[in-house]
């Protein structure tokens, strides 16, 4: 009975453990664990910066590819999170048991802030105090010495990359990036070196839920925030109407651990909407892109349950006007058809419909404003929205048990408390202004149910574009429970019984930006792996 009442209090809120120097041994057997007890695993990375924007949207990958590496070699991981994703056994298929941490880090070396990246971390909670003092220390490059029996940040991306385990990112490369050079090895000098190295590191596959949601769920914006709560307002019509759906549960954590879990808001079983409670108009350029230049000091509204709301009402408003013009059409004298087709004007009209925001602006669109907008690291139209596009082809722990049962489903999460858009321009859609806070970012306590009111009651009378709280490790979960979905759908469609690989319409896909095809993760028979690389992967089996 108690665990019952405990599991309906919680059941709005996802546990983050926040790791950090003081606890990282404490805590190290149950990470390992995680790890390898996972189905797969998700990672998102918080940045110091990421250097020139257009450098980063190059036409030439190859160039783009240079450009994030000298981002990689001159900035630095904040914080890492992860979320590994256990499929239970005995439950429907679908059903996940959610570990999910926040590792709070620290390079040793000397490093560049970009000020727009400070502020923006400050603006969405980021406590560079927190991190300076209890920040887990790392090095970059190539190992000094034998690391591998250590307890750092380095050994456990190593520990990664010998669970075989499938990796889940949100528009992926420039997290690929900086992991490798912050805790692997030195760069390659060349793209093609560097896929054929991420080949052997992950054999299972690296996924990427930015391509994932603009060119297999389809949706009209992929940027992080947006594609996860999509994901669970579909799921929760799914659980409703009695289908197969996507089920999360997480760890009823000890009493000795409460002091460093941090529950970050999160309606995973509600379907409701805003519905017409919010009389501020959509941020249009937040809508498109995740990001806006004026960040929690814009006076039009962020919050994502508005935008789905209005985009999936005018995503009804033009079938019903398509489907009157074909009436009609039919109905009308051929001559008359004619000169309706030759101006045009009811086809846009169905199309595009009269009234409402203009559609998802493209990558393209997006690129060309790139040099407009200086986001943060994190948030920053890299990413920008391609609601056109086609499917691309490739180019070249713990002592913890079960706690509470929810279907992520639910979209009605408050603009206060919901997550920020993650577009990450770097690693994802914005440059990752991480959403809330898991297992290991810089802020902290638990909030009561009464906090957490009295947080939507300030809210309310805040700025209506003050939205999400960025940390590394919620974003790891938003996008490891994206894969998680796009997953079972593939699965309800699939007539094949084969599981390998993974997800195969995603799999080794990276979402490039402004581009209509994937970067492709393959060793070519043109490209060898790095000789850094080698000797990094003989250590790591050699040690086991």
Known sequence: MAAAMLGAAMSRRVPVVDVQSGNLAELWPGMLLALRSAAFVAVDTELSGLGARKALLSPCIEERYRAVCSAARTRSVLSLGIACFRQLPGKPEHT???????????????????????????????????????????????????????????TFFLELIRARKPLVLHNGLIDLVFLYQCFYAHLPDNLGTFT?????????????????SEFETRFVASYLEYAFKKCKRENCKLRDSGSQ?????????????????????????????????????????????????NGVKCPQSHNIDLIIDEDDKLLEKRKKRKHKWKRRKNAEEPAKVLEEESSGKDMEIAQNGEEGPPPKQSCYEAAAEAE?????????????????????????????????????????????MSPSAKGNASDSDQVEGKA?????????????EAACAAGKQKEAQELPSQGGIHRAGFDAFMTGYIMAYVWMLKKRKSTDGSTEPWCPDCHNKLYLSGKSVPLQIVKSSFSKSSKAHSRKMKLAWDST
């Not at 890299?382 to 609601?387: A, D, G, I, R, T």
């Open 96 to 154: 996940y048991l959610c570990q999910v941490y926040n590792l709070t880090l620290l390079c040793t070396e000397e490093y560049v802030v970009e000020p727009q990246s400070v502020q923006f971390l400050v603006q969405h909670g980021f406590d560079f105090n927190k991190q300076y003092s209890q920040g887990i220390p790392y090095h970059k490059g190539n190992d000094k010495g034998n690391e591998t029996q250590s307890q750092s940040v380095r």
């Open 196 to 212: 054929a190295d991420l080949s052997e590191m992950f054999p299972a596959g690296i996924y990427d839920t930015k391509y994932a």
């Open 436 to 448: 809330e806070l898991p297992s290991g970012a810089a802020s902290a306590s638990p909030q009561t």
């Open 372 to 416: 407009e907008m200086t986001p943060n690291d994190d948030d920053w139209p890299l990413e920008e929205e391609n609601s056109t596009a086609t499917a691309p082809a490739a180019s070249s722990d713990t002592s913890t048990r079960p706690r509470w049962e929810e279907d992520l489903g639910g979209a009605g999460e408050p603009a206060d």
């Open 245 to 293: 759906h996507l089920t999360i549960e997480f760890c009823n954590y000890p009493e000795n651990m409460s002091h460093y879990i941090d529950y970050r808001h999160c309606s995973l079983e509600e379907a409701s909407s805003v519905g017409g409670a919010n009389n501020v108009p959509v941020c249009e350029k937040f809508s498109a892109y995740g990001w806006c230049p």
